[in-house]
């Protein structure tokens, strides 16, 4: 898959370059979850049929992020987990449009002839409550009359699970309050976090549960804080292990930027700078404060046996 940025308008080059028939999904598709991958399983789809390319046309940064919309808080598929994600679905070309004020202002007559008719769109598939240029103005019926009968428009109904819409802002509080089974759910897969191992406290190990301290690459949606059994993708190895989210109260005072800290299980070696990919099976608990180390040594104890067996059981 390549992926291409572009920046409004496209420029010529930019037009000369990319513009070929193809099919292409629009939206932002962050969480690339149920709903999203129904769009856009219709577009590889279509375009296998018509013979062309298969896109995904998204946004970066978050149109919410650009505009300070209150409920903006992360991301459920960072840029580089989304293209590793289209990747698999079989998408041949990923473009990111550069979002910022300018093309927050832009009409959706401007935005058609300025990004979408230039890239030679075959047709343009979208969801059915998919919305487009200056506050959100343009909606199907407009990008279909906009697309000159030149560009077709299609349109996927909402992805419906046990009666209700999959959508990523209902992902997202199911995370933030602990129901990821739910999210998990919705997804079609785990929710995972990925960063670095950087040097902590150090207490882990101290009490026998050594840890890595993640720091994330990207600004992920934090779930909720507590203890989740997890898996750690590291150097073609699938490691078991539990992880902490939160502010350690035993520890600390008046914390409030969380952090992620993994103890893998009968894992021994040096992960310092090295890249972790950490997926949330399973929410065990809330994060609490306890009033002695003994106390929090037994219930990390009974915590690790919990994660234990419940990742036995989906193996």
Not at 3 to 20: D, F, G, K, M, R
Not at 149 to 157: L, Y
Not at 217 to 230: L, N, Q, T, W
Request: proline content about 5%.
């Amino acid at each position: 898959m390549r992926t291409v940025t572009l920046t409004y308008p496209i420029s010529p080059e930019s037009a000369a370059e990319w513009a070929q028939p193809q099919v292409a999904a629009l939206g932002q598709f962050d969480g690339l979850h149920r709903g999203h991958a129904s769009v856009i399983k219709s577009v590889v789809a279509l375009a296998r049929q018509k013979g062309v390319a298969a896109a995904v046309i998204t946004f970066h940064p978050h149109p919410k992020d650009v505009m300070g919309k209150g409920d903006y808080d992360g991301y459920l598929t960072p840029p580089l987990d989304k293209q590793e994600l289209l990747v698999e679905m079989g998408v041949d070309i990923l473009y990111i449009i550069e979002f910022n004020e300018q093309l927050s202002r832009v009409s959706p007559q401007n935005f058609v002839s300025g990004m979408l008719l230039p890239l030679q769109l075959v047709t343009a598939v979208i969801g059915f409550d998919f919305r487009f240029g200056y506050k959100g103005e343009g909606d199907a019926d407009m990008l279909r009359e906009l697309g000159q009968g030149i560009m077709d428009v299609e349109t996927v109904p909402p992805f419906l699970l046990n009666e209700q819409k999959v959508s990523s802002s209902g992902i997202r509080r199911s995370l933030q309050s602990g129901e990821l089974e739910l999210a998990n759910y919705w997804f079609g897969r785990c929710y995972h976090l990925r960063g670095t191992v950087v040097h902590g406290e150090k207490r882990g190990r101290t009490i026998g549960f050594p840890t890595a301290n993640l720091q994330l690459e990207d600004h992920f949606v934090i779930p909720a804080k507590g203890v989740y059994a997890v898996r750690a993708f590291y150097n073609n190895q699938v490691l078991p292990g539990v992880m902490n989210v939160g502010v350690k109260p035993t520890f600390h005072e008046g914390e409030t930027k969380p952090s992620f800290e993994v103890h893998l299980f009968d894992f021994n070696g040096d992960l310092y700078g090295l890249q972790l990919t950490v997926e949330l099976v399973s929410y065990i608990r809330p994060e609490r404060k306890f009033d002695s180390i003994q106390a929090l040594v037994q219930q990390i104890s009974a915590d690790a046996e919990t994660a234990k067996k419940i990742l036995i059981d989906i193996q």
